[in-house]
């Protein structure tokens, strides 16, 4: 079983940068790719970023590249997500999400596991 909780949400202005965190629970975390996604309010469940458990393939959405950084630290069984350049269309419920193969997906149907979500709100 694996929990993960995420944090660092928050209002931010345009072209601000926020942090998200993921702290995840269970010992075979390194072994876990590790993804991002987000919702809007009336629109569905987005994918943003992913990335394999060595850290070497990553994935990331079209509208966030160059922008988005995600980044995993195996020791402190941490993924993060820094977000730079935000804008209006950024918003929304973050979640951080577990699959239990070491393969980077972009398709949410794909992880096992799944977070809280964390509220990212940019204000215009």
């Known amino acids: 079983q694996v929990q993960l909780v995420e944090s660092g949400g928050g209002l931010v202005q345009a072209g601000g940068s926020l942090r998200l965190s993921c702290a995840a629970s269970?010992?075979?975390?390194?072994?876990?790719?590790m993804g991002w996604f987000r919702q809007a309010p009336g629109k569905e469940r987005e994918f943003v970023a992913s990335?394999?458990?060595?850290?070497?393939?990553?994935r990331y959405a079209d509208s966030v590249k160059g922008r988005f950084t995600i980044s995993r630290d195996n020791a402190k069984n941490t993924v993060y997500l820094q977000m730079s350049s935000l804008k209006p269309e950024d918003a929304g419920v973050y979640y951080c999400?577990?699959?239990?193969?070491?393969?980077?997906?972009?398709?949410?149907?794909?992880?096992?596991?799944w977070g809280q979500g964390t509220q990212v709100t940019v204000s215009s």
């Open positions: 269970g010992r075979a975390f390194s072994s876990y790719a």
């Open positions: 999400a577990a699959r239990t193969t070491a393969v980077v997906s972009t398709t949410g149907d794909e992880y096992d596991y």
């Open positions: 990335k394999s458990w060595s850290g070497v393939s990553t």
